[in-house]
Protein backbone atom coordinates (compact mmCIF):
# COMPACT_ATOMS: atom_id res chain seq x y z
CA UNK A 1 0.00 0.00 0.00
CA UNK A 2 2.72 2.24 0.37
CA UNK A 3 2.77 3.58 -2.72
CA UNK A 4 -0.52 4.09 -4.26
CA UNK A 5 -3.76 6.66 -3.49
CA UNK A 6 -2.47 9.64 -5.52
CA UNK A 7 -4.17 8.54 -8.89
CA UNK A 8 -7.33 11.09 -8.50
CA UNK A 9 -4.61 13.78 -7.43
CA UNK A 10 -2.74 13.52 -11.29
CA UNK A 11 -2.19 15.06 -14.46
CA UNK A 12 -4.13 12.52 -16.75
CA UNK A 13 -0.93 11.71 -18.84
CA UNK A 14 1.29 10.91 -15.75
CA UNK A 15 2.24 7.15 -15.42
CA UNK A 16 0.60 5.22 -12.84
CA UNK A 17 3.69 5.35 -10.42
CA UNK A 18 3.15 7.56 -7.27
CA UNK A 19 5.54 10.20 -7.20
CA UNK A 20 6.64 10.06 -10.75
CA UNK A 21 5.98 13.11 -13.11
CA UNK A 22 6.03 14.29 -16.65
CA UNK A 23 8.41 17.31 -16.14
CA UNK A 24 12.01 16.44 -16.28
CA UNK A 25 13.17 15.18 -13.01
CA UNK A 26 15.25 17.30 -10.87
CA UNK A 27 15.75 15.85 -7.54
CA UNK A 28 15.90 12.27 -8.32
CA UNK A 29 14.75 9.66 -5.02
CA UNK A 30 15.20 5.79 -5.80
CA UNK A 31 14.07 2.80 -3.43
CA UNK A 32 15.65 4.50 -0.66
CA UNK A 33 15.71 2.92 2.56
CA UNK A 34 17.26 4.28 5.94
CA UNK A 35 17.53 2.01 8.76
CA UNK A 36 18.81 2.28 12.44
CA UNK A 37 20.53 -0.17 14.59
CA UNK A 38 18.22 -0.80 17.15
CA UNK A 39 18.82 -0.71 21.04
CA UNK A 40 17.75 -4.01 21.66
CA UNK A 41 19.66 -5.67 18.46
CA UNK A 42 18.27 -6.14 15.20
CA UNK A 43 17.37 -2.95 12.82
CA UNK A 44 14.87 0.13 13.15
CA UNK A 45 13.58 0.95 9.71
CA UNK A 46 13.23 4.70 9.53
CA UNK A 47 12.32 4.99 5.44
CA UNK A 48 11.12 2.35 3.38
CA UNK A 49 11.34 2.13 -0.22
CA UNK A 50 10.82 5.89 -0.57
CA UNK A 51 10.74 6.58 -4.70
CA UNK A 52 10.09 10.86 -5.57
CA UNK A 53 10.70 12.71 -8.21
CA UNK A 54 10.83 16.68 -7.77
CA UNK A 55 11.03 18.96 -10.91
CA UNK A 56 13.10 22.39 -11.21
CA UNK A 57 11.92 25.15 -9.34
CA UNK A 58 9.29 22.72 -8.05
CA UNK A 59 7.82 23.22 -4.13
CA UNK A 60 7.40 20.13 -2.35
CA UNK A 61 6.22 19.71 1.37
CA UNK A 62 6.85 16.69 3.16
CA UNK A 63 3.90 16.43 5.98
CA UNK A 64 3.56 13.33 8.13
CA UNK A 65 3.24 12.49 12.06
CA UNK A 66 6.27 12.78 13.95
CA UNK A 67 8.02 9.47 13.08
CA UNK A 68 7.60 9.35 9.73
CA UNK A 69 10.83 9.89 8.91
CA UNK A 70 10.20 13.43 7.08
CA UNK A 71 13.03 14.78 8.65
CA UNK A 72 15.41 11.78 8.09
CA UNK A 73 14.72 11.76 4.34
CA UNK A 74 15.56 15.89 4.47
CA UNK A 75 18.74 15.31 5.84
CA UNK A 76 19.62 12.15 3.39
CA UNK A 77 18.74 14.70 0.21
CA UNK A 78 21.18 16.95 2.24
CA UNK A 79 23.94 14.44 2.25
CA UNK A 80 23.95 15.10 6.48
CA UNK A 81 22.76 11.60 6.62
CA UNK A 82 23.68 8.14 4.42
CA UNK A 83 20.61 6.06 2.69
CA UNK A 84 21.09 2.35 3.63
CA UNK A 85 19.56 1.31 0.48
CA UNK A 86 19.20 3.40 -2.83
CA UNK A 87 20.00 6.41 -4.84
CA UNK A 88 19.73 9.98 -4.65
CA UNK A 89 20.32 12.48 -7.35
CA UNK A 90 20.45 16.18 -8.05
CA UNK A 91 20.36 16.91 -11.24
CA UNK A 92 22.33 14.28 -12.91
CA UNK A 93 24.78 14.37 -9.95
CA UNK A 94 24.33 11.47 -6.98
CA UNK A 95 24.72 13.25 -3.65
CA UNK A 96 27.03 11.62 -2.01
CA UNK A 97 27.53 14.30 1.08
CA UNK A 98 26.68 17.92 2.03
CA UNK A 99 27.86 21.21 0.42
CA UNK A 100 26.76 19.73 -3.00
CA UNK A 101 24.09 22.51 -3.76
CA UNK A 102 21.76 21.66 -1.51
CA UNK A 103 21.62 24.70 1.18
CA UNK A 104 19.67 23.90 4.25
CA UNK A 105 17.40 26.29 6.47
CA UNK A 106 17.49 24.23 10.06
CA UNK A 107 14.21 24.62 12.53
CA UNK A 108 15.83 27.35 14.98
CA UNK A 109 19.31 27.93 16.84
CA UNK A 110 21.73 26.89 13.44
CA UNK A 111 22.59 30.56 13.07
CA UNK A 112 26.44 30.97 14.52
CA UNK A 113 26.21 32.72 17.91
CA UNK A 114 29.47 34.25 17.17
CA UNK A 115 28.93 35.88 14.03
CA UNK A 116 26.26 39.03 13.87
CA UNK A 117 23.78 38.88 10.75
CA UNK A 118 25.83 39.84 8.39
CA UNK A 119 28.84 37.60 9.26
CA UNK A 120 26.15 34.25 9.32
CA UNK A 121 25.39 35.38 5.70
CA UNK A 122 28.83 35.78 4.23
CA UNK A 123 29.84 32.99 6.12
CA UNK A 124 28.06 31.00 2.85
CA UNK A 125 30.25 32.98 0.70
CA UNK A 126 33.63 32.25 1.69
CA UNK A 127 33.78 28.96 -0.04
CA UNK A 128 33.43 30.70 -3.24
CA UNK A 129 36.52 32.45 -2.76
CA UNK A 130 35.81 36.23 -3.23
CA UNK A 131 36.81 38.99 -2.12
CA UNK A 132 36.11 40.23 0.64
CA UNK A 133 34.40 43.32 -0.58
CA UNK A 134 32.36 41.82 -2.74
CA UNK A 135 31.36 38.86 -0.31
CA UNK A 136 29.81 41.92 1.98
CA UNK A 137 27.82 43.27 -0.96
CA UNK A 138 26.59 39.99 -1.43
CA UNK A 139 25.44 39.42 1.95
CA UNK A 140 24.43 42.99 2.03
CA UNK A 141 21.72 42.46 -1.16
CA UNK A 142 20.71 39.06 0.63
CA UNK A 143 19.92 40.80 3.71
CA UNK A 144 18.05 43.21 1.97
CA UNK A 145 16.04 40.60 0.05
CA UNK A 146 14.82 39.16 3.72
CA UNK A 147 14.20 42.41 4.65
CA UNK A 148 17.05 42.76 7.23
CA UNK A 149 19.45 44.72 6.09
CA UNK A 150 18.86 47.36 9.24
CA UNK A 151 20.12 44.35 11.63
CA UNK A 152 23.44 43.92 10.10
CA UNK A 153 25.10 43.95 12.61
CA UNK A 154 23.21 42.18 15.35
CA UNK A 155 23.91 39.15 16.87
CA UNK A 156 21.60 36.44 17.15
CA UNK A 157 20.90 36.53 20.61
CA UNK A 158 19.91 40.42 19.83
CA UNK A 159 17.49 38.94 16.92
CA UNK A 160 14.02 37.32 17.18
CA UNK A 161 13.18 34.02 16.09
CA UNK A 162 11.48 35.50 12.97
CA UNK A 163 14.53 37.49 12.44
CA UNK A 164 16.77 34.53 13.26
CA UNK A 165 15.27 32.30 10.67
CA UNK A 166 15.04 35.40 7.90
CA UNK A 167 18.83 35.52 8.07
CA UNK A 168 18.98 31.33 8.08
CA UNK A 169 17.55 32.06 5.02
CA UNK A 170 19.59 34.15 3.34
CA UNK A 171 22.76 32.41 4.85
CA UNK A 172 21.25 29.35 2.94
CA UNK A 173 20.85 31.58 -0.08
CA UNK A 174 24.29 32.81 -0.02
CA UNK A 175 25.93 29.21 -1.18
CA UNK A 176 23.62 29.96 -4.28
CA UNK A 177 22.03 26.20 -3.71
CA UNK A 178 19.94 24.85 -6.83
CA UNK A 179 17.68 23.48 -4.26
CA UNK A 180 16.50 24.56 -0.68
CA UNK A 181 16.42 22.20 2.56
CA UNK A 182 13.94 23.73 5.10
CA UNK A 183 13.55 21.55 7.83
CA UNK A 184 10.53 22.76 9.70
CA UNK A 185 11.76 26.73 9.19
CA UNK A 186 8.91 28.21 10.58
CA UNK A 187 7.84 25.69 13.79
CA UNK A 188 8.82 27.26 16.29
CA UNK A 189 8.03 30.78 15.28
CA UNK A 190 4.28 32.50 16.79
CA UNK A 191 1.52 32.02 14.19
CA UNK A 192 1.84 36.06 13.25
CA UNK A 193 5.47 35.87 12.14
CA UNK A 194 4.65 32.45 10.70
CA UNK A 195 2.29 33.53 8.05
CA UNK A 196 4.34 36.38 7.66
CA UNK A 197 7.43 34.35 7.09
CA UNK A 198 5.37 32.31 4.48
CA UNK A 199 4.75 35.19 2.29
CA UNK A 200 8.43 36.25 2.22
CA UNK A 201 9.58 32.25 1.69
CA UNK A 202 7.12 32.43 -1.49
CA UNK A 203 7.98 35.57 -2.75
CA UNK A 204 11.86 35.07 -2.32
CA UNK A 205 11.15 31.46 -3.94
CA UNK A 206 9.31 33.11 -6.69
CA UNK A 207 12.59 35.57 -7.19
CA UNK A 208 15.06 33.37 -6.73
CA UNK A 209 13.30 29.94 -8.80
CA UNK A 210 15.03 27.57 -6.45
CA UNK A 211 13.63 24.10 -6.04
CA UNK A 212 12.38 23.39 -2.60
CA UNK A 213 11.64 20.85 0.11
CA UNK A 214 9.80 21.78 2.99
CA UNK A 215 9.34 19.90 5.70
CA UNK A 216 6.15 21.01 8.29
CA UNK A 217 3.41 19.02 10.34
CA UNK A 218 1.43 21.74 9.58
CA UNK A 219 -1.44 21.16 6.51
CA UNK A 220 -1.81 24.67 6.16
CA UNK A 221 1.53 25.92 5.83
CA UNK A 222 2.17 23.09 3.30
CA UNK A 223 -1.26 24.03 1.56
CA UNK A 224 -0.37 28.06 1.06
CA UNK A 225 3.11 27.30 -0.22
CA UNK A 226 3.56 24.03 -1.82
CA UNK A 227 2.87 22.81 -5.40
CA UNK A 228 2.62 19.13 -4.13
CA UNK A 229 2.40 17.60 -0.94
CA UNK A 230 3.91 14.39 0.12
CA UNK A 231 1.72 12.51 2.63
CA UNK A 232 4.65 10.05 4.69
CA UNK A 233 3.14 7.18 6.89
CA UNK A 234 4.73 6.10 9.75
CA UNK A 235 6.67 3.01 11.40
CA UNK A 236 8.11 2.43 8.80
CA UNK A 237 8.14 5.55 7.25
CA UNK A 238 6.87 5.36 3.63
CA UNK A 239 4.76 7.62 1.07
CA UNK A 240 1.23 7.39 2.01
CA UNK A 241 -0.11 9.74 -0.89
CA UNK A 242 0.92 12.69 -2.97
CA UNK A 243 -1.30 15.55 -3.21
CA UNK A 244 -1.17 18.33 -6.33
CA UNK A 245 -2.39 21.75 -4.66
CA UNK A 246 -3.88 23.15 -8.17
CA UNK A 247 -4.87 26.60 -6.82
CA UNK A 248 -2.92 29.86 -7.63
CA UNK A 249 -1.19 31.71 -5.71
CA UNK A 250 -1.07 33.90 -3.43
CA UNK A 251 -3.44 31.63 -1.81
CA UNK A 252 -6.53 32.19 0.09
CA UNK A 253 -7.34 30.05 3.58
CA UNK A 254 -10.77 30.62 2.61
CA UNK A 255 -11.55 29.54 -0.26
CA UNK A 256 -13.12 26.15 -0.79
CA UNK A 257 -10.66 24.65 -2.87
CA UNK A 258 -8.27 25.11 0.23
CA UNK A 259 -10.36 23.94 2.54
CA UNK A 260 -11.77 20.80 0.28
CA UNK A 261 -8.15 19.84 0.55
CA UNK A 262 -7.63 20.59 3.80
CA UNK A 263 -10.03 18.52 4.94
CA UNK A 264 -8.68 15.32 2.03
CA UNK A 265 -5.24 15.56 3.66
CA UNK A 266 -6.82 15.67 6.98
CA UNK A 267 -8.30 12.22 6.80
CA UNK A 268 -6.07 10.61 4.74
CA UNK A 269 -3.37 11.47 7.96
CA UNK A 270 -6.10 10.39 10.68
CA UNK A 271 -7.08 7.54 8.87
CA UNK B 1 19.55 52.97 35.39
CA UNK B 2 18.67 51.44 37.73
CA UNK B 3 20.24 48.01 36.94
CA UNK B 4 24.03 50.53 36.95
CA UNK B 5 22.49 52.13 40.66
CA UNK B 6 21.93 48.74 42.13
CA UNK B 7 25.64 47.54 41.24
CA UNK B 8 27.39 50.79 42.55
CA UNK B 9 25.10 50.42 45.78
CA UNK B 10 26.15 46.67 45.93
CA UNK B 11 29.80 48.22 45.50
CA UNK B 12 29.21 50.81 48.28
CA UNK B 13 27.97 48.08 50.87
CA UNK B 14 31.39 46.12 50.01
CA UNK B 15 33.62 48.78 50.48
CA UNK B 16 31.90 49.38 53.68
CA UNK B 17 32.40 45.88 55.29
CA UNK B 18 35.96 45.86 53.85
CA UNK B 19 36.49 49.06 55.93
CA UNK B 20 35.03 48.33 58.70
CA UNK B 21 37.46 45.46 59.02
CA UNK B 22 40.37 47.58 58.46
CA UNK B 23 39.06 49.94 61.09
CA UNK B 24 38.58 47.14 63.56
CA UNK B 25 42.43 45.77 63.02
CA UNK B 26 44.11 49.27 63.09
CA UNK B 27 42.26 49.98 66.67
CA UNK B 28 42.27 46.65 67.91
CA UNK B 29 46.48 46.77 67.32
CA UNK B 30 46.48 50.72 68.63
CA UNK B 31 44.39 49.95 71.67
CA UNK B 32 46.97 47.26 72.85
CA UNK B 33 44.30 44.04 72.22
CA UNK B 34 46.57 42.45 69.95
CA UNK B 35 50.43 42.62 69.60
CA UNK B 36 51.94 44.58 66.91
CA UNK B 37 54.87 42.42 67.25
CA UNK B 38 52.77 38.95 65.93
CA UNK B 39 50.06 41.16 63.79
CA UNK B 40 51.01 45.03 62.80
CA UNK B 41 47.86 47.46 61.86
CA UNK B 42 47.69 47.90 58.56
CA UNK B 43 49.27 51.81 58.92
CA UNK B 44 52.42 49.45 60.97
CA UNK B 45 52.80 47.35 58.36
CA UNK B 46 53.07 49.56 55.44
CA UNK B 47 55.37 51.96 57.60
CA UNK B 48 57.71 49.03 58.46
CA UNK B 49 57.47 47.68 54.73
CA UNK B 50 58.63 50.97 53.32
CA UNK B 51 61.07 50.90 55.71
CA UNK B 52 62.65 47.53 54.95
CA UNK B 53 62.07 47.56 51.52
CA UNK B 54 63.03 50.04 48.32
CA UNK B 55 60.90 50.42 45.89
CA UNK B 56 63.09 49.13 42.73
CA UNK B 57 63.19 45.52 45.15
CA UNK B 58 59.88 45.35 45.26
CA UNK B 59 59.07 46.22 41.43
CA UNK B 60 61.98 43.44 40.89
CA UNK B 61 60.36 40.86 42.53
CA UNK B 62 56.74 41.70 41.63
CA UNK B 63 57.85 41.68 37.82
CA UNK B 64 59.63 38.37 38.58
CA UNK B 65 56.55 36.86 39.72
CA UNK B 66 54.52 37.74 37.13
CA UNK B 67 57.16 36.48 34.17
CA UNK B 68 56.89 33.31 36.08
CA UNK B 69 52.79 33.12 36.31
CA UNK B 70 52.81 34.74 32.60
CA UNK B 71 55.28 32.13 30.91
CA UNK B 72 53.84 29.05 32.97
CA UNK B 73 50.98 29.74 32.29
CA UNK B 74 50.63 30.28 28.79
CA UNK B 75 52.47 27.35 27.51
CA UNK B 76 49.82 25.34 30.47
CA UNK B 77 47.16 27.11 28.27
CA UNK B 78 48.45 26.18 24.99
CA UNK B 79 48.78 23.01 26.17
CA UNK B 80 45.27 22.66 27.35
CA UNK B 81 44.03 23.61 24.83
CA UNK B 82 45.57 22.19 22.04
CA UNK B 83 45.18 18.86 23.79
CA UNK B 84 41.45 19.56 25.11
CA UNK B 85 40.55 20.68 21.95
CA UNK B 86 42.06 17.27 19.55
CA UNK B 87 40.42 15.15 22.85
CA UNK B 88 37.14 16.74 21.96
CA UNK B 89 36.94 16.40 18.44
CA UNK B 90 38.60 13.56 17.38
CA UNK B 91 36.69 10.51 19.04
CA UNK B 92 39.77 8.02 19.28
CA UNK B 93 42.52 10.75 20.53
CA UNK B 94 40.13 11.70 23.38
CA UNK B 95 39.37 7.67 24.58
CA UNK B 96 43.27 7.11 24.73
CA UNK B 97 43.90 10.64 26.55
CA UNK B 98 41.35 11.44 29.13
CA UNK B 99 41.82 8.67 31.42
CA UNK B 100 44.77 10.07 31.73
CA UNK B 101 44.25 13.31 32.18
CA UNK B 102 41.04 12.08 34.50
CA UNK B 103 43.71 10.25 37.04
CA UNK B 104 46.14 13.02 36.82
CA UNK B 105 44.18 15.40 37.44
CA UNK B 106 43.30 15.33 41.30
CA UNK B 107 46.80 15.17 42.44
CA UNK B 108 47.30 19.19 43.55
CA UNK B 109 50.10 20.79 41.45
CA UNK B 110 51.99 21.13 45.15
CA UNK B 111 52.46 17.05 45.40
CA UNK B 112 54.90 17.77 42.36
CA UNK B 113 57.11 19.83 44.04
CA UNK B 114 59.80 17.13 45.34
CA UNK B 115 59.81 15.69 41.84
CA UNK B 116 60.04 18.99 40.13
CA UNK B 117 62.77 19.71 42.23
CA UNK B 118 64.11 15.91 41.59
CA UNK B 119 63.79 16.55 37.51
CA UNK B 120 64.72 19.99 37.29
CA UNK B 121 66.65 21.17 39.88
CA UNK B 122 66.02 24.39 42.29
CA UNK B 123 66.02 26.75 39.17
CA UNK B 124 63.93 28.25 37.10
CA UNK B 125 62.16 25.22 35.30
CA UNK B 126 61.33 23.42 38.29
CA UNK B 127 58.68 26.52 39.04
CA UNK B 128 57.70 26.65 35.66
CA UNK B 129 56.63 23.10 35.58
CA UNK B 130 54.73 23.58 38.96
CA UNK B 131 52.76 26.97 36.88
CA UNK B 132 52.50 24.50 34.35
CA UNK B 133 50.67 22.19 35.70
CA UNK B 134 48.42 24.72 37.39
CA UNK B 135 47.16 26.62 33.90
CA UNK B 136 47.47 22.93 32.20
CA UNK B 137 44.53 20.93 34.04
CA UNK B 138 41.88 23.34 34.82
CA UNK B 139 42.22 24.62 30.73
CA UNK B 140 42.46 21.08 29.04
CA UNK B 141 39.20 20.15 31.07
CA UNK B 142 37.40 23.29 30.09
CA UNK B 143 38.80 22.85 26.03
CA UNK B 144 37.72 18.65 26.15
CA UNK B 145 34.28 19.65 28.13
CA UNK B 146 33.34 22.15 26.09
CA UNK B 147 34.34 20.74 22.59
CA UNK B 148 31.87 17.96 23.18
CA UNK B 149 29.03 19.64 24.34
CA UNK B 150 29.66 21.96 20.98
CA UNK B 151 25.45 22.04 19.92
CA UNK B 152 25.85 19.18 16.60
CA UNK B 153 23.20 21.63 14.86
CA UNK B 154 26.20 24.27 14.68
CA UNK B 155 28.41 21.37 13.26
CA UNK B 156 25.58 20.47 10.69
CA UNK B 157 25.10 24.26 9.83
CA UNK B 158 28.95 24.02 8.81
CA UNK B 159 29.14 20.92 6.86
CA UNK B 160 25.96 21.90 4.73
CA UNK B 161 28.39 24.91 3.95
CA UNK B 162 30.84 22.14 2.64
CA UNK B 163 32.95 22.38 5.61
CA UNK B 164 34.61 19.44 6.92
CA UNK B 165 37.76 18.05 9.02
CA UNK B 166 40.23 20.59 9.86
CA UNK B 167 38.24 23.60 8.52
CA UNK B 168 34.71 22.95 10.53
CA UNK B 169 36.81 22.11 13.68
CA UNK B 170 38.61 25.53 13.37
CA UNK B 171 35.49 27.80 11.82
CA UNK B 172 33.02 26.10 13.99
CA UNK B 173 33.51 23.99 16.24
CA UNK B 174 36.72 25.77 17.79
CA UNK B 175 34.64 29.53 18.09
CA UNK B 176 31.25 27.38 19.34
CA UNK B 177 33.39 26.05 22.20
CA UNK B 178 34.77 29.33 23.16
CA UNK B 179 33.05 30.44 26.15
CA UNK B 180 34.30 26.96 27.68
CA UNK B 181 37.81 27.81 26.95
CA UNK B 182 37.61 31.51 27.86
CA UNK B 183 36.21 30.08 31.50
CA UNK B 184 38.66 27.48 31.54
CA UNK B 185 41.61 30.13 31.32
CA UNK B 186 39.97 32.38 33.58
CA UNK B 187 40.12 29.66 36.03
CA UNK B 188 44.00 27.87 34.98
CA UNK B 189 45.01 31.74 35.64
CA UNK B 190 43.90 31.39 39.25
CA UNK B 191 45.39 28.14 39.75
CA UNK B 192 48.87 29.23 38.29
CA UNK B 193 48.79 32.33 40.29
CA UNK B 194 48.02 29.99 43.54
CA UNK B 195 50.96 28.08 42.90
CA UNK B 196 52.89 30.64 41.98
CA UNK B 197 53.88 31.53 45.20
CA UNK B 198 54.06 28.39 46.97
CA UNK B 199 56.84 27.41 43.92
CA UNK B 200 58.71 30.74 45.21
CA UNK B 201 58.59 29.85 48.93
CA UNK B 202 60.09 26.60 48.37
CA UNK B 203 63.57 27.58 46.57
CA UNK B 204 63.31 31.14 45.08
CA UNK B 205 66.42 34.16 45.30
CA UNK B 206 63.45 36.70 43.81
CA UNK B 207 59.94 37.38 43.44
CA UNK B 208 57.22 37.76 46.15
CA UNK B 209 56.82 34.38 47.90
CA UNK B 210 60.34 34.31 47.67
CA UNK B 211 60.55 38.24 49.62
CA UNK B 212 58.01 36.78 52.09
CA UNK B 213 59.80 33.59 53.01
CA UNK B 214 63.10 35.83 53.29
CA UNK B 215 61.51 38.02 55.47
CA UNK B 216 60.60 35.26 57.67
CA UNK B 217 64.42 33.90 57.60
CA UNK B 218 66.10 36.76 58.61
CA UNK B 219 63.62 37.54 61.71
CA UNK B 220 62.85 40.68 60.02
CA UNK B 221 59.57 42.59 60.10
CA UNK B 222 55.70 40.81 60.11
CA UNK B 223 54.73 43.85 58.47
CA UNK B 224 56.85 43.04 55.08
CA UNK B 225 55.35 40.04 55.57
CA UNK B 226 51.50 41.02 55.53
CA UNK B 227 52.45 43.64 52.91
CA UNK B 228 53.96 41.20 50.42
CA UNK B 229 50.71 38.58 51.46
CA UNK B 230 48.45 41.85 50.40
CA UNK B 231 50.10 42.62 47.26
CA UNK B 232 49.80 38.85 46.14
CA UNK B 233 46.22 39.18 46.93
CA UNK B 234 45.83 42.38 44.85
CA UNK B 235 47.99 41.22 41.62
CA UNK B 236 45.68 38.28 41.14
CA UNK B 237 42.48 40.51 41.78
CA UNK B 238 43.82 42.87 39.08
CA UNK B 239 44.58 40.10 36.66
CA UNK B 240 41.71 38.80 37.34
CA UNK B 241 39.70 41.35 36.85
CA UNK B 242 41.49 42.47 33.67
CA UNK B 243 40.93 38.77 31.88
CA UNK B 244 37.32 39.03 32.94
CA UNK B 245 37.17 42.21 31.57
CA UNK B 246 38.79 40.65 28.32
CA UNK B 247 36.58 37.59 27.86
CA UNK B 248 33.47 40.07 28.13
CA UNK B 249 34.25 42.04 25.21
CA UNK B 250 35.58 39.01 23.18
CA UNK B 251 32.61 36.67 23.89
CA UNK B 252 30.45 38.62 25.92
CA UNK B 253 29.12 40.46 23.04
CA UNK B 254 27.73 37.25 21.66
CA UNK B 255 27.65 35.01 24.29
CA UNK B 256 25.29 36.84 26.84
CA UNK B 257 27.42 37.17 30.19
Not at chain 1, 178 to 185: K, N
Not at chain 2, 103 to 116: E, Q, V
Amino acid sequence: MSCAGDISMREPDATPQAGRRTRAPFIRIEAVHKAFAARQGGELMVLDSIDLDIAENEFVSLIGRSGCGKTTLLNIIAGLDAATSGRIAIGERPVTGPGQGQGVVFQQHALFPWLTALGNVSFGFRKAGLPLEERRERSLELLRLVGLEAAANKYPREMSGGMQQRVSIARALALDPQILLMDEPFGALDELTRIELQQELLRIWQARRKTVVFVTHSIDEALMLSDRIVLLAPNPGRIQRIFEVPMPRPRSRTEPAFNALYDEIWSELSS
Amino acid sequence: MSGTALRSNDLALGLIGTLAVILLWETSVRTGLIDPAVFPSPSLAIAAASERLTARQLGENLSWSLARVFSGFALGALAGVLVGVLAGWYRRFGLVVSPLVELLRPIPPLAWIPLAIIWFGLGEPSKFFIIFLGAFFPVVTAAYQGMRSVDPMLLRAGQTMGLSGVPLLLRVAIPAAAPDLATGLRIGWGLSFGVLVAAELIAADRGLGYMIIAERNAGGSVGVIIVGILLIGALNLLTDAAIGVAIRHWVGRWHGS
